[in-house]
């Protein structure tokens, strides 16, 4: 029973994380049908500024908690800077083109974002600061960390958040619009592009989130862990079903118990194997996935 | 006034934007921090003149696009007239296959190798321009295929000594096997998805390449392969290399020859039916999950087969030459070059391959060029390098009308 509460938690934190990168794409994907393919590099570029300014204040001498918060809120304003700015290079010349082409471009931007932080930082992974402090867990220790049980919150927190400002503020209000209909929404007075820079900086920020919190809890990061965290959190978001919030979240925590059990009680050698093989049934079996609504196609 | 005034704002926003990660370095166990703010000034300039240049062209783009559909963008390019008057390609491509001929006569073995690396590439980029660019289905796993093909070879030598012209064909079998397999389920998927499948697909492959010690040998990978052979001869190395250059000379060709005529067949144009409209082309009684699937099976054949050859080029093979990043390069080939031409493709394949040998400190900075230029091709140039063309046919109109009376 140990063994499956120390799995059952170990999933529960993983799937926070998936569920913090997997509400970004959810969200763009909503709103602009895209899939952002650089929105795993987002999340490594805010690991990465949050290791860079942690290192600058340690050598400064801050204290742990200052260095935290300084160190997490550089990481969300420079993540959603380069969600932005990504946005309007590569996505927005591209709206009314054949679907291929922003798919490419986004891919491009991928392998761009990846290979510039190599060049700029370092190909070697690199050491992560514990930021997060001890908590007193008493007999909860044996079962996760504090690190965890911080992720748990952080995801807790932002995600409730979110769901607040999207229901009861007019900006949310503009953004559901958007997603239900663009055209009609800009009729209506709602300014489109404002929207969707919108919903990259708050994806991207959410995500800078995840990257900060989980290269704290894993203690090392490189410029290729975007990669398989992204391809995670969108089979996440596929799984609860692309465009809805709460099915992204619970997609993130089903992924992560997923793979949190099939590692503890199977095998460790094909961690990845698994979520890959549950996207693939997902989409064969059920491709609007838990919570989403069946697609209409349209001529 | 107001273009400088961007300009600089796009400057200071860039300097802004990559301030953390290009001018900070730290090292964590010494705690020594690194300052480098000379790269501030490179990324201010830079921007500064991307923002001109980058506005430029999307205005010069814009024009293009008004000209076009106000009908006077029928102008054709160089290359079009080149390609379409016979007296004019015909001693062109004589004079290609020619000195393709001769090359191994006055190359180095070194500059042979290369050689045959990049042919084996543009084979994988003609073969992938099948799926991606003809059909329009975006597959991200390619180089999974690729290794399939390459295994097959490996482990069929290793343990039961088959040589080279026996398993080619039975890679390229495997190749489309492995594409039916995969393409059976997914490909009622919308592009997007299928995309993100085909690169799970691909990781999925390598993984249990990796994992599964007993079959594959793990991630060492296995070692030994025999080169092809000729009439039995056993061949020196430098010999069997430039018998390696004739055979992907003549897979070139042979690839070249069937995409050509698959293009311009019934199936080819029905591919391109569907990358245009899936509804459409349904309703003119086009079978999607058929063509879709020719598509997929055709494509991965080339990769099997090229995975049999590279196999035995190498000699060896290991998981980690089948990365996501070899299905990358091996998009950005077709993508550059122009999806869906002939010429844009092995054109694509042969700059990619051999522009990084020429200029070596290039190398470094290769992934991430390559990257920008997949982004500003689409947003620039969506048809690439070279465009496409279509097979034109026209009726002779005085006996049509002869035939009417």
């Known amino acids: 029973m140990d063994y499956f509460f120390e799995l059952f938690f170990s999933g529960l934190t993983r799937g926070s994380i998936y569920a913090l990168i997997a509400v970004g794409y959810t969200m763009v994907y909503g709103i602009i049908e895209l ?16 290791l860079v300014v942690a290192g600058v204040l340690t050598a400064l001498g801050f204290p742990a908690l200052a260095i935290l918060a ?28 054949p679907r291929l082409s922003p798919l490419i471009s986004a891919i491009g931007m991928s392998i761009f974002l990846q290979n510039y932080v190599m060049l700029a930082q370092t190909p070697d992974f690199l050491p992560f600061p514990r930021l997060m402090p001890e908590l007193p867990l008493g007999p909860l220790q044996s079962y996760i960390g504090s690190s ?11 995600c409730a958040g979110l769901t607040l400002f999207i229901k009861f503020t007019r900006m949310g209000k503009a ?43 894993v203690g090392q990061i490189n410029f290729m862990i975007g990669f398989l965290a992204g391809l995670k959190a969108f089979t996440a978001a596929v799984l609860g079903g692309i465009g809805s919030i709460p099915g992204a979240m619970l997609g993130g925590l089903v992924l992560g118990w997923t793979e949190s059990f099939a590692t503890g009680y199977v095998s460790s050698d094909y961690e990845d194997v698994f979520a890959f093989l549950l996207l693939v049934l997902i989409l064969i079996f059920r491709p609007s996935g838990i919570l989403g609504k069946p697609p209409t196609q349209k001529v | 006034m107001d273009q400088f005034k961007r300009a600089i704002i796009t400057s200071v926003w860039f300097m802004f934007l990559t301030f953390p990660l290009m001018v900070i370095r730290v090292n964590t166990i010494e705690k020594v921090v690194q300052w480098r703010f000379m790269n501030m000034l490179y990324v201010g300039v830079g921007a500064f003149i991307f923002s001109y240049v980058w506005r430029y062209l999307l205005s010069k783009r814009q024009v293009g696009e008004q000209q076009e559909e106000a009908g006077a963008g029928g102008k054709a390019g160089f290359l079009h007239r080149l390609s379409s008057d016979r007296r004019v390609y015909a001693p062109v491509l004589a004079g290609i296959l020619v000195a393709a001929a001769c090359f191994p006569l006055v190359g180095t073995m070194y500059q042979v190798n290369i050689m045959i690396t990049a042919l084996i590439y543009v084979v994988l980029a003609l073969g992938l321009n099948i799926v991606v660019g003809l059909s329009g289905l975006l597959v991200l796993g390619y180089a999974a ?128 039916a569907l990358r245009e409209d899936e ?3 349904q309703a003119m009684g086009i079978d999607k999950t058929k063509t879709k699937l020719t598509a997929f099976a055709l494509g991965a054949a080339w990769a099997g087969l090229m995975g049999v050859v590279f196999a035995g080029k190498t000699v060896f093979v290991n998981p980690a030459s089948f990365t996501f990043l070899e299905s990358a390069m091996i998009l950005a080939m077709v993508v550059l070059g122009g999806m869906g031409s002939i010429v844009g493709v092995v054109l694509g394949a042969l700059v990619l391959i051999l522009l990084p040998e020429f200029l070596r400190d290039f190398s470094l900075y290769r992934m991430l060029i390559f990257g920008a230029a997949m982004v500003v091709v689409m947003v620039l140039r969506p048809q690439g390098l070279v465009t496409g063309q279509r097979q034109k046919y026209r009726v002779k109109v005085k006996e049509a009308v002869a035939a009417h009376e």
């Open chain 2, 145 to 272: 295929f690729y290794a399939v093909g390459a295994y097959t070879y490996a482990l069929l030598n290793h343990h039961f000594g088959l040589g080279f012209w026996t398993v080619l064909p039975i890679g390229a079998g495997l190749g489309a096997f492995f594409g039916i397999l995969l393409g059976t389920p997914v490909l009622r998927l919308r592009g997007d998805y299928l995309a993100i499948v085909t690169l799970g697909f691909g990781e999925i492959v390598r993984l249990v390449l990796e994992n599964w010690g007993e079959v594959t040998q793990g991630p060492s990978g296995v070692s030994g392969i025999s080169r092809p052979s000729l009439l039995g001869m056993k061949l020196s190395v430098s010999d069997s290399t430039v018998y390696m250059y004739y055979i992907m000379i003549g897979l070139v060709l042979l690839t070249i020859f069937v995409v050509n005529r698959l293009k311009n067949s019934r199936i080819g144009r029905a591919w391109m």
């Open chain 1, 175 to 217: 953004m559901r619009a958007t997603a239900q209909n663009s055209k009609m929404a800009m009729l209506v007075g709602v300014n489109v592009d404002r929207v969707i820079s919108l919903t990259f900086i708050i994806g991207s920020a959410l995500a800078a989130v995840g990257g900060v919190l989980i290269a704290s809890h």
């Open chain 1, 70 to 97: 300084i160190a997490l809120a550089a990481a969300i304003v420079w993540s959603a800077a380069y969600g932005f700015t990504v946005e309007k290079i590569a996505y927005k010349p591209l709206r009314g083109a």
């Open chain 1, 35 to 50: 899939i952002n393919f650089a929105h795993g590099e987002i999340y490594m570029i805010g690991a990465f500024t949050a």
């Open chain 2, 279 to 281: 509804i459409a082309c």
């Open chain 1, 148 to 158: 965890g049980v911080f992720i748990i919150l952080a995801t807790a927190v932002s």
